[in-house]
């Protein structure tokens, strides 16, 4: 299974983007996917998961009210709406399967993709 992430890209603040993340070889039908964030010189946060079935979201503390986090079942695809973008939104973003469904064993990863936000 591979986890493809794009959508990231050099944006002003206030603007919106939209990442994806594509899952290809496999599915998480019974499990979660989430994306993740890090920026220069700091600890990788969690941003915000779901369970494949939709029925459960939860979000990072620092995003709550900007970030929206959805899924395209027929596409096998995940996606993360930013809004209001900040220079503090700044990082590379990483998609991520959790096998498991629990939304804490995160054990799939794709490649990040960069998000710089100017001010």
């Known amino acids: 299974v591979q986890l493809q992430a794009f959508g990231g890209g050099s944006v002003q603040a206030g603007d919106s983007l939209r990442l994806s993340c594509v899952v290809s070889?496999?599915?998480?039908?019974?499990?979660?996917m989430g994306w993740f964030r890090q920026a220069p010189g700091k600890e990788r946060e969690f941003v915000a998961g779901l369970r494949w079935n939709g029925i459960l979201k939860a979000y990072g503390e620092s995003v709550k009210g900007r970030f929206i986090i959805s899924r395209d079942i027929p596409k096998n695809t995940v996606y993360l709406q930013i809004n209001r973008l900040k220079a503090e939104d700044t990082a590379v973003y990483y998609c991520a399967a959790d096998s498991t469904g629990k939304m804490n064993e995160y054990d799939y990863w794709g490649q990040g993709t960069l998000v710089t936000v100017s001010s």
């Open positions: 070889g496999g599915t998480f039908s019974n499990g979660a």
